[in-house]
Each structure stands twice: as structure tokens, then as C-alpha cells.
């Protein structure tokens, strides 16, 4: 029997949930490789095969996304399957022609092949795009559990950008899971702010094995979505969360459209910052594909460790990474932050990047005057700690929301920005736990 022969494109998380749940068994398909994109240090690497399964015995390489037409022709692909988010419309079809052109067939896997049922019920929050503030509502929505003292554990979207074979499943309760399973500055970002809480997080490759673990002894599951993807367990509460700064991304963007026509639940966040005429713009762009979800509007309240720092000051602003590069926004928290309490001066930190930071503004052309708080490799932490110091500046600003300096030794001192969020009127999210009966009325 022929089998199609299949190239999975993605970014170390999707990609391989989809290769489990749709390829790894399927005698149909013969998986040839995986290729890369987003995020730096995953191509020349090796799916390995304790993951892959007994189809699979040498594993399965990867490849960077660049060399996908070369690679459509080297192995004579069949198909090529788009398996990573955070991508426009015109993106994905620009993927997709490219694929075309090279010879092969072109594909994308839905939720009925990829979603896991769960046995208990889990409330998932997702995106229209990186950096919404999907982490703000998943702290909000553990707070309100834990006050009326339900049971549950945290879900990650994978992550696993260090050494694949010990992240089939994770588990973090505690600082000293991060450094035992090596975890990266974005990683961290994720992490840190529930550990803080007192929260348990599973996160890793395998996630039937990820639920197993994660289901034990608790009542409910809070899935983190990660960038805009969809979630891999099929939930019994859908939300996701649009951002009132970047109107019209909730139906150009994706998956971030396939969250908003599926959701239960649609937050408008950051309408503190933004206009009543975007607010109303993406009001209008979710009742014409999905009339029936609820319809939440929220702030997103900042605080600073010490804000009187920052006046007068000149300052480095270090944001968090992922929302300022694929996500596609120019600056974040930290700048607002600076500019907020009266900071003399904002240093732009491109003269002094050095390597992988360097080039991070050569691929990242959209970016302000502020510093992405890159970290997959040790290396490249090193290169973010030399390019802090090579800066004269009074003070760090750090929009990450990690204590950066866990990691890397600053010369100067640093104040910390978060956001929380907070409902705005009727109904809110304690409102919604109610009517779908996670809360006792």
C-alpha cells in the first residue's frame, strides 16, 4: 500500500501534537520531516524516535521552513500540513501557494482530528493573537477557583523548546521545576506568574499522557492556549480573549478566527487604552461570525513595582519576547509603563544588541525602541544579558513577566510591570462560571 508522504510545518507545539494525534498510528502517511519556524534552535534537530513510535524507529528530522520547497522535492512529498498559528490570512495562503507551486497538496488539520476529550471539564482560553492577555484572564479565572475552593491544574500549550525526551510530561509546582527541565525566558514567562500563585502547571509533547496526569485529583482542567492556536482538549467552556488596541484581527488572523467562531465566551481586553470606535469595531466583527457567544469588555490594570523609579530616568525597556516579535506588536507593557510615569528618556537598545539579539531586529523589522526578552539557548541569554549591559541607561524596565533577574545579572537596578485583569460591568467572568454550572449558584 502507498503511503502519502507528508512534511508537517510548525514551531515546536502544534506540529507535534498533530504528528500524535493524527499521524504517528496512520499506516496512510509516512511523516519524511518536520520543518521549523518562530523560533530559533529547533531545525538540525531530531524528533526523536522514544516520541515518534515504533513507525518511526531512526526519528524524524527537522528542517528550517526556508528549505520547505527543496525539501518538497528531495523526499517527492505528497502533502505538506500548516501546523503553527499566530499567521494572517494572507500568510497562511502565501504558505500554501508556495506549497502548491512545489508540487504537493496542502492541508489543515481541524478540531475533530486534533481536539482530545477530556473525562473532566475544562474552561480553555485562547487568542485572536499573541499578546491579547490571555495569561492576565487564565490568573483571574485560577483566582476565582481557588476562592470558592474548587480543584484544578493548569494546562500549558506546549512549549518544548530544550530536550525533547524529558518533556513528554512536565510538572511545575515550584522555581526549581523551571531550572530542572532547563525551561527557556518564554517558558518561564508562562510559568513563573502561576507558580507565584501557588498554581500546578503540566505542560510538555505527549498530551494524552499530559491529561492523564494533569486530571488527577482535581475537577476541573484551565487550558493556557498558547500565541492564537485552538486547544487540544475539547472544552466545556470556550474563550477567547480579542484585543481592543488591534481591531480586525479577530477575523484576519489565524487560527485566531477559529477561536472567535467557536468561542462561548468573547473578552474585548485593554478597553482602558483603547478607543470606543475599536471597541465597537470588534463588537461588529464577532456578531457577524458568531452571534451567540457572551461578550465580556475588561481592563487591563498596570502596576509597577516602583513607579516613582522611573521619573526623570533614562531607561531600557525589556519586553516580553513572543508579543513583540510574532505577535506583531511594536511594544508592549514595559514602554507603556515608561512613558506612563514620565521617563526622561527611552533608550533604543538596536545600536548595542549583539548576535541572536542583532538579528532579531533584522527579522523583526516592526519593532520600537524596546528589547525583546529572548532566551531559547543559554547562549543567546548570555547575548541578552551582554546587550542589557552594553547600555547606558539609569534604569531597566521589564515587561517581561518573569524576575529577569533570576537569569541574568543586570548592572543597573530594575523596577517590575504586570498587568491583572479586571471585568468591566455585567456580566463578568464569576457570572459565567455560574451559568455554566463550575460554580455553585
Known amino acids: 500500500m502507498y503511503k502519502k508522504k507528508v512534511i508537517i510545518m510548525g514551531a515546536a507545539g502544534r506540529d507535534f501534537h498533530n504528528f500524535n494525534m493524527y499521524f504517528r498510528d496512520n499506516p496512510l502517511y509516512e511523516v519524511v520531516a518536520f520543518t521549523s519556524a518562530q523560533i530559533p534552535g529547533l531545525s538540525g534537530r531530531m524528533y526523536p524516535p522514544e516520541l515518534a513510535g515504533d513507525r518511526y524507529p531512526n526519528g524524524i528530522p527537522i528542517y528550517p521552513e526556508e528549505m520547505l520547497s527543496e525539501l518538497i522535492k528531495k523526499y517527492d512529498v505528497d502533502l505538506v500540513v500548516l501546523s503553527y498559528s499566530d499567521l494572517t490570512h494572507e500568510d497562511v495562503m502565501h504558505k500554501a501557494s508556495r506549497v502548491l507551486a512545489a508540487g504537493a497538496d496542502f492541508m489543515l488539520l481541524g478540531t475533530k482530528s486534533t481536539m482530545i476529550k477530556p473525562k473532566i471539564p475544562v474552561i480553555a482560553v485562547t487568542a485572536v493573537r ?22 484544578f491544574n493548569i494546562v500549558r500549550h506546549p512549549m518544548p523548546y530544550s530536550r525533547m525526551l524529558k518533556y513528554r510530561v512536565q510538572k511545575f509546582c515550584s522555581f526549581e521545576d523551571l531550572d530542572r527541565y532547563e525551561c527557556t525566558i518564554e517558558e518561564r514567562e508562562e510559568y513563573e506568574p502561576h507558580i507565584e500563585m501557588g498554581n500546578t502547571v503540566y505542560a510538555g509533547v505527549d498530551y494524552m499522557e499530559v491529561l492523564r496526569e494533569a486530571s488527577r485529583d482535581v475537577d476541573i ?129 538596536r545600536d548595542y544588541a549583539v548576535g541572536s539579539i542583532r538579528e532579531v531586529y533584522q527579522v523583526y523589522n516592526h519593532l520600537g525602541p524596546v528589547l525583546p526578552a529572548m532566551g531559547y539557548t543559554k547562549e543567546q541569554i548570555r547575548e541578552l544579558q551582554e546587550t542589557v549591559n552594553n547600555i547606558s541607561c539609569d534604569l531597566v524596565v521589564l515587561g517581561t513577566p518573569i524576575d529577569l533577574g533570576r537569569l541574568i545579572r543586570f548592572e543597573k537596578p530594575y523596577v517590575k510591570v504586570r498587568y491583572e485583569l479586571i471585568e468591566v460591568g455585567k456580566p463578568d467572568l464569576e457570572d459565567i462560571f455560574r451559568q455554566y454550572g463550575i460554580l455553585k449558584s
Open 221 to 349: 482542567i484551565l487550558w493556557d492556549g498558547g500565541n492564537n492556536d485552538f486547544p487540544f482538549f475539547k472544552p466545556a467552556l470556550y474563550i477567547a480573549v480579542a484585543d481592543a488596541l488591534r481591531p480586525g484581527q479577530e477575523i484576519s488572523t489565524y487560527p485566531g478566527e477559529v477561536n472567535v467562531r467557536m468561542a462561548d465566551v468573547i473578552i474585548i481586553n485593554k478597553i482602558d487604552s483603547a478607543s470606543q470606535e475599536n471597541i465597537m469595531r470588534i463588537e461588529e466583527n464577532v456578531r457577524r461570525i458568531n452571534n451567540s457567544a457572551l461578550i465580556i469588555k475588561a481592563s487591563s490594570k498596570l502596576y509597577v513595582s516602583n513607579p516613582e523609579a522611573i521619573r526623570g530616568k533614562r531607561v531600557l525597556v525589556i519586553e516580553d519576547g513572543p508579543t513583540v516579535t510574532h505577535g506583531g506588536m511594536s511594544y508592549s507593557i514595559g514602554l507603556i509603563a515608561a512613558k506612563m510615569y514620565d521617563a526622561r528618556e527611552v533608550v533604543d537598545p
Open 130 to 151: 499573541t499578546g491579547a492577555g490571555k495569561s492576565t484572564v487564565t490568573r483571574r479565572l485560577a483566582s476565582i477557583l481557588k476562592k470558592h475552593n474548587v480543584k
